[in-house]
């Protein structure tokens, strides 16, 4: 089954949350069960420099990938009803909650600490998790992240449990579109 309008004032579902929290696992199953065109500022941003986003950290830093975020999701303003995967970073700049706040839905994907740390160290190449302490360093960006998300999150979602299909499925059901099959799928 595919739900076509996900919200009626046609805003954008943007998701949000730490590196981890399975953004762009839940996108993909967004975009299949929606039919919405998925953008992911990550890869947008790898696209336009040519390069992956660890490459982009070691050649350019992270102030310029920061700005480069921004802008990627400047060039989205305006354009209709989509999926957004972001970056866990997103939240830092004022300017980009404000372009998210302007059209979108927002969906902060949380879990506990455990859970999301787990899962962002699958992956060997998160420039942020490059330290003497990853462990250290997670919890600590989690910790000055939580309030951010916290602040601007719409939805949030306890991601620790579920499968990605289940997340995407809990999201359309608070989203009101769908009913739920087992009410246990919805966070407080
Ligand atoms: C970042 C998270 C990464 C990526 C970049 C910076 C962050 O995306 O944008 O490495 O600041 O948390 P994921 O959240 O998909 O890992």
Redesign the pocket.
Known sequence: MRYCAVNRAGKSIVLIG??GAG??CVGRSLHRRTGLVLRDI?EIVAANFGTS?PEI?VEHGEKT?RKAETEALRCMRGEEQRIIVT???IVLRKENVEILRSHSVIVWLDGDEQTLFAR?SRKQH???LQTENPRKTFSQ?LAARRPLYANIADIRVDTSVLTDEEVAMAILVKLGRIRPKRRSLISP
């Open positions: 730490m590196m953004k762009s990550d986003i950290f990938f970056g866990g970073g962002a998160r420039p942020l960006i």
